[in-house]
């Protein structure tokens, strides 16, 4: 009786555990989004987006060198290049998909942003997410979530967002990681766990955005942090610094929590829940994950499928444009860990440029 009211007791302060009894796995290949190809990738160069300053400023300084009206007018231009139509409104429409059964008044979006140390999401960017879904969706602004469930613990004090739509939520790190779920292979040869933000566990987001900086980082994770490693702050970050790293970073970026409900016989997405990638490079850096950026790069790119979007960027932007080094073997495994190889990838493999 005395080791049964301890155990209870022990329960009683452990992160919640929900783990779901069948667990689909995705098949190589398989779309993630019904109108945008998986290996799709555009960006765009552009000085308008900032005022030249120096590229090491802390976040506070960089807002005021933004030039938001030229940041949301490049994002219209990538998400028409996404879809492939000259109307905006139609390629955000054509972006987001509504849930099965669901009105977009009660959608839920969550969006990812990445808060460790000093470089962190730019407003325009975060503010132009947040209209769309808003002005163009119709989605209530009390029903966006911005977080990041491992460094958030400071996003409203630290990056006070302006000009969100008035109740859009900055919910820190939202309970952080403390939800228990399954994650695929390659980690554990699929039969480990970890922990993830309990929303996405239990399926109460509808959409995630995963907005991401451009910066470098260890070796085994290419030597570059982005849209993939982001969801450190959406999964439990320490199995991604022990034995198999790159296993459990390719591993959580193949769960339903992040691509969406699958079907159990086919690994179809039944329906996308990560809609769309965004690189938010207006200043990026050669090293990382700390310290303030090393370049003032004026660059964006957008995708739907997180590994293409970070193979690219990797690839065309870190090391062809900027020079920076590369661990290609690991940024391979971000096609071929998910059935694609260098020669599938659109136009040769060149960055789409809009």
């Not at 049964?4 to 022990?10: D, I, Q, S, V």
């Not at 290049?81 to 979006?109: N, Y």
């Not at 993830?196 to 451009?214: F, Y």
């Not at 971000?334 to 040769?348: A, I, V, W």
Request: net charge positive; glycine share 10%; hydrophobic share 35%.
């Amino acid at each position: 009786m005395k080791n049964l009211a301890l155990a209870g007791a022990a329960a009683a302060v452990l992160p919640t555990i929900w783990v779901p009894k069948t667990r689909a796995a995705w098949f190589p290949k398989t779309s993630v989004h019904p109108h945008v190809d998986n290996l799709r990738v555009v960006a765009i160069t552009d000085p308008a987006m900032t005022t030249p300053d120096t590229p090491g400023i802390s976040w506070a300084r960089q807002e005021d060198l933004v030039n938001r009206k030229a940041v949301w007018e490049d994002m219209d231009r990538l998400a028409c290049g996404l879809v492939q139509t000259d109307k905006p409104e139609e390629a955000w429409k054509g972006l987001f998909i509504k849930p099965p059964r669901k009105p977009w008044s009660d959608t839920v979006l969550a969006i990812k942003t990445n808060h460790i140390s000093q470089q962190h999401t730019r407003s325009a960017v975060m503010s132009k997410v947040c209209h769309v879904a808003v002005d163009i969706l119709g989605v209530k602004a009390g029903n966006i979530h911005i977080y990041d469930a491992c460094h958030g613990s400071s996003i409203s004090k630290e990056t006070p967002f302006r000009g969100l739509p008035e109740g859009t939520r900055i919910e820190n790190t939202w309970g952080g990681s403390n939800t228990s779920t399954s994650i695929p292979h390659p980690w554990e040869n699929g039969n480990g766990e970890s922990g993830c933000v309990e929303h996405l566990v239990k399926g109460t987001v509808d959409i995630l955005v995963n907005i991401a900086l451009c910066k470098g980082h260890s070796p085994q994770f290419g030597g570059f942090t982005m849209t993939m490693k982001n969801h450190f702050g959406t999964f439990d970050p320490g199995p991604g610094h022990r034995q198999g790293s790159l296993d459990y970073l390719l591993a959580i970026n193949r769960t339903p929590e992040i691509l969406g409900t699958m079907d159990p016989h086919t690994g179809k997405v039944q329906y996308p829940r990560q809609q769309l990638c965004i690189i938010d490079g207006l200043w990026a850096s050669k090293h990382g994950p700390s310290g303030n950026p090393s370049h003032q790069a004026n660059f964006m790119a957008m995708g739907v499928f997180s590994p293409a979007v970070d193979y690219l960027i990797a690839s065309r932007f870190r090391a062809e444009r900027m020079g920076w080094k590369v661990n290609m073997n690991a940024a391979r495994r971000m096609l071929t860990d998910f059935g694609y190889s260098e020669g599938d990838l659109p136009q040769g493999g060149k960055l789409i440029e809009i």
